[in-house]
């Protein structure tokens, strides 16, 4: 990397973005087309932003490739072309990088700087923003695109920071390449970082200890080589496929033509039938299998029972078996996708360690006590997750009308209008905010909606002469009554999961995405047909 440029004074920026990851990165690209005077910064030496960040062995999304990418450049989604059906870490970030070489971003995005605080001034209607570097700058617009799994989580264990081995955040992992290589490893939590990581773990590690506080729900991948059949099919009509998935309520997978109806009225061959179907397909599209899975809780057994039997098929030692099979509601928490993540515990050298009820009860010189013992290791690898949604704005003084802070506006959980903009803050925006449908979506489809949505915003405003733009405290209120009435109609809010803030010791527990991306987009679109309703613009 080059040096880092001098500390930027600037009072006359149009837009300051934070986060050069997908959702900063486009809405630079959008900034600049729409002729707007753009600084993006980043706390990372690069842009990637989640990708950047977390490169544990064996990340990997699990959207399919071929719809986790950009659709806004027909040319750019035309070229690119990707390896594998789910994409790897690397090749994900390769991806970022030809983004912002292809657009030249790099130019408007200030790295290695860590934004501390934005300050609205009520006067000139402009964001003050300061950094770690020492910059000064202020825009008409603070567009905040620090991600949604972006803050890790690391728990205050008692004696951490004790351990004479080496540690390491899965959301933080360092650059290097790690070597396991005939050491002894501690891997804490069993999400989707820590269940991608474990069978790659395995292999190197003379020993691997899981502690696993909560047993999660995961189907197998089957992830392969990229079937060039399926590219060039996608590729023929590529803006039909994406137009496809955008109806999805997630907005991913059109292709898996699922019959939309309930578990509780099939028969039980028909129910093994669509699970076998679906598992053996690989994905999320399990939790598709039936229409009802995540609204009755019958229908959700059904499926809970028949990954439990899919569990003990694999793990051959049935009290571990037992152990590995989750009791909360299926899809409460994020499902997970894997490959071999069971079938690792059938090796000698992998032992997992239930840590209920005390959980972690130490972190020693030596390595881990927990479930009464200790576990001498050389590595600890916490895959302890993330503060979900709000970690990342709440980390920065935001200031807004009247120098109300965030964190105290939101200090019964983040309130915001369509998960765009919080009453108070004028001329803020949060790119998949708190209140979108952002983590239960296909998270690239959501920013690009996000960020174009911004940018017809920001035209209007200039066409119409308007300075400033703030959600109605009223339209806010009906608004997070919407989202939490539509979580409450459903199995989601029915486990300790990090879409309620309940992984996090103190957060308050409110459910934070909207489910269903089709109805939200529409809302999305008629807000701004009608004026931009909800708020309140200033001349
Ligand atoms: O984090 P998590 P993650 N003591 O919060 C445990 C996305 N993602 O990084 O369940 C002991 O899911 C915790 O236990 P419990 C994806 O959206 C995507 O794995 O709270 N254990 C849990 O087991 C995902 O959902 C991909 O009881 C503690 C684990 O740590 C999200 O990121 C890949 C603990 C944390 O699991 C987060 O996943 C990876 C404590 N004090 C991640 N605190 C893709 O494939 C926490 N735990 C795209």
Same mark, same amino acid.
């Given at each position: 990397m080059s040096a880092l440029p001098d500390p930027e004074v600037d009072v006359g920026f149009d837009l300051i973005v934070v986060g050069a990851g997908f959702a900063g990165m486009y809405m630079l690209h959008k900034a600049r087309g729409m002729g707007l005077r753009a600084r993006v910064f980043e706390?990372? /030496?690069?842009?990637? !932003?989640t990708w950047y960040w977390n @490169?544990?062995?064996?990340?990997? #999304? =699990?959207?399919e490739s071929m719809e986790y990418s950009?659709?806004?450049s027909n040319d750019l989604q035309q070229d690119w072309h990707w390896t594998e059906r789910f994409a790897p870490q690397p090749e994900i970030l390769r991806y970022a990088n030809h983004v912002a070489d292809r657009f030249d971003l790099r130019a408007d995005i200030r790295f290695d700087t860590r934004v501390q605080s934005a300050q609205f001034d009520e006067p000139s209607a402009r964001w003050t923003v300061r950094t770690d570097r020492g910059d000064v700058v202020t825009g008409q617009y603070l567009v905040m695109a620090? !991600? #949604?799994?972006?803050?890790t989580n690391m728990p205050a264990?008692?004696?951490?920071?004790?351990?004479k081995g080496q540690s390491y955040h899965t959301g933080a992992w360092p650059h290097e390449p790690v070597d396991f290589t005939g050491k002894r490893v501690g891997v804490i939590g069993t999400g989707s970082s820590a269940i991608q990581s474990i069978p790659i773990i395995a292999r190197q590690a003379s020993e691997l200890v899981v502690f696993q506080r909560t047993a999660n729900y995961s189907v197998p991948a089957? %992830?392969?080589? $990229? =079937?060039p059949d399926y590219e060039a099919e996608v590729k023929a009509d590529y803006p039909a496929f994406r137009e496809r998935n955008s109806q999805m309520m997630a907005a991913?997978?059109? @292709? $898996?033509?699922?019959? =939309?109806?309930?578990a509780l009225s099939a028969t039980p061959e028909e129910h093994r039938q669509a699970f076998d179907k679906a598992w053996e397909r690989g994905g999320l599209g399990f939790q598709r299998s039936f229409n009802d899975l995540m609204i009755d809780s019958r229908a959700n057994e059904i499926a809970k029972s028949y990954v439990h039997e899919r569990i003990r098929g694999i793990v051959k030692d049935q009290a571990t078996a037992d152990l590995l099979?989750?009791?909360?509601?299926?899809g409460c928490k994020r499902m997970c996708v894997d490959s071999g993540y069971f079938d690792?515990? %059938?090796?000698?050298h992998v032992k997992l360690v239930d840590? @209920?009820?005390?959980?972690?009860e130490a972190i020693t010189p030596t390595g881990v006590r927990a479930a009464g013992q200790d576990f001498e290791l050389d590595v600890i690898v916490y895959a302890t997750g993330f503060d979900a949604m709000t970690g990342s704005l709440l980390k920065i003084d935001i200031r807004g @009308? /009247?120098?109300?802070?965030l964190a105290d506006a939101w200090s019964a959980g983040p309130r915001t209008y369509l998960g765009l903009n919080v009453a108070g803050f004028p001329n803020l925006f949060t790119i998949s905010?708190?209140?979108?449908p952002s983590v239960l979506t296909n998270m690239i489809v959501s920013i690009e909606q996000h960020v174009n949505w911004i940018g017809g915003c920001i035209d209007w405003m200039r066409a119409n002469r308007r300075r400033s733009i703030e959600a109605t405290p009223q339209a806010q209120e009906e608004w997070v009554g919407h989202v939490n009435a539509v979580a409450s109609g459903?199995?989601?809010?029915?486990?300790?999961?990090w879409y309620l803030g309940? %992984?996090?010791?103190g957060k308050t527990r409110v459910f934070m995405p909207l489910l269903g991306f089709p109805p939200y987009v529409e809302r999305c679109n008629q807000v701004a047909a009608n004026g931009y309703e909800g708020f309140e613009l200033r001349a």
């Open positions: 706390a990372g /030496d690069g842009v990637g !932003g @490169r544990y062995p064996g990340a990997r #999304c =699990d959207v950009y659709q806004f620090t !991600g #949604c799994l972006s803050s264990f008692p004696g951490l920071g004790s351990f089957h %992830n392969a080589p $990229l =079937d991913f997978g059109s @292709r $898996l033509q699922v019959p =939309d109806r309930p099979c989750p009791t909360q509601v299926l690792t515990f %059938n090796l000698p840590i @209920r009820p005390k959980g972690i @009308r /009247d120098g109300v802070m905010g708190p209140g979108s459903t199995l989601y809010p029915g486990c300790n999961s309940a %992984n996090v010791p």
